[in-house]
């Protein structure tokens, strides 16, 4: 059974840092494009950042560029994405999804509805306070 399990959330103050992590069971990560993505209350869901498979091709969200960086280990199954100089705007739950095949531009800037994707994993709460 294909999983996907976040964790690393929490609550911050603004300027603070933390790093989320991607961890997959029941299938090789590798194999799969990796996105995170954020939706906070009263918004749209937006992709953060996208992974290739081999870790080559990556998109940030405008918002995020220059403060957040995706990284992905295969050997230990696991996606990364580290968060600096975190704002209020960054507030919201993370998941991470997976996809056999797409680029990561249209994985990130078009999100399609959860049961769409290969694996979908429950999500971790980043909170920032101001």
């Known amino acids: 059974q294909m999983q996907l399990v976040e964790s690393g959330g929490g609550s911050v103050q603004a300027g603070g840092s933390l790093r989320l992590s991607c961890a997959a069971s029941?299938?090789?990560?590798?194999?799969?494009?990796i996105g995170w993505f954020r939706q906070a209350p009263g918004k749209e869901r937006e992709g953060v950042s996208c992974i290739s498979r081999n870790g080559e091709d990556i998109y940030y969200a405008t918002s995020v560029k220059g403060r957040f960086t995706i990284s992905r280990d295969n050997a230990k199954n696991t996606v990364y994405l580290q968060m600096n100089s975190l704002k209020p705007e960054d507030s919201g739950v993370y998941h991470c999804a997976a996809y056999g095949s797409i680029t990561v531009q249209h994985m990130c800037i078009s999100p399609a509805p959860r049961d769409e994707y290969d694996s979908w994993g429950q999500g971790t709460q980043v909170t920032v306070s101001s």
């Open positions: 029941g299938f090789t990560l590798g194999h799969y494009v």
